[in-house]
Structures are given as C-alpha cells and as structure tokens.
C-alpha cells in the first residue's frame, strides 16, 4: 500500500508565504509525476502544479511567478513553496502522485488526505 502524507497548511495572511510537503511512503517502485491541487469550496478541484519524474514543471497560470514545485526524488517528497499568498488562494491542497507499487508493472494515482489553507487578514 501507498500512502500520500501532506502538511504545512495554515491560516497566513495576504502577501505571506507557506511551504507545503508531502511524503510518499509504502511499498514504492517507482514515482512518476508528482503534484498539487486544491479545491475551494463550492469549486472543483483544479490543478496547482505538477512535476515529473524528469523535472518538468507545470502551472497554473493563477500562480505562476509564486508557487514553485520541487521534488526531492531519492526521499519520495515533493513541495509546494508558496509566495505573495491571496485570498483566492484558499482552499485545501491535495498531493497527488502516479506510483508504480513494488512488484506491480502498472503506475496507480494517489492522492492524500489533504491540508487546509486559509489567507485572510
């Protein structure tokens, strides 16, 4: 079983920063491409940013210019570092990842439980 972990969310005010982490632990092969979501309420989800295996990175074009992805593939984790917060920025932040479980040929997507983001001053 794979499991996806977040943390870091948190009540910031407008123009502030946070750093969102999340791990992937369990029995891993291998991991494609990792990423974010959020979802407000009464929206659908949307993605945030994404990156694969080989470093490509992907926006939304909301966030472009202040949310940055990064991965740190040898410990399974990726981040979401996010600058010059807004309002419209709240909703919870889901990690999503493509895994290939060990002994499986196939890659499965996760997803974690999700972490509460909340800008307001």
């Known amino acids: 079983q794979v499991q996806l972990v977040e943390s870091g969310g948190g009540l910031v005010q407008p123009g502030e920063s946070l750093r969102l982490s999340c791990a992937a632990s369990g029995s891993i092969g291998s991991i494609n491409a990792m990423g974010w979501y959020r979802q407000a309420p009464g929206k659908q989800r949307e993605l945030v940013a994404a990156?694969?295996?080989?470093?490509?990175?992907d926006y939304a074009d909301s966030v472009k210019g202040r949310f940055t992805i990064s991965r740190d593939n040898a410990k399974n984790l990726v981040y979401l570092q996010m600058n010059s917060l807004k309002p419209e920025d709240t909703a919870v932040y889901y990690c999503?990842?493509?895994?290939?479980?060990?002994?499986?040929?196939?890659?499965?997507?996760?997803w974690g439980q999700g972490t509460q983001v909340t800008v307001s001053s």
């Open positions: 999503n990842a493509d895994v290939r479980p060990r002994y499986h040929w196939d890659y499965v997507n996760y």
């Open positions: 990156s694969t295996s080989g470093g490509s990175t």
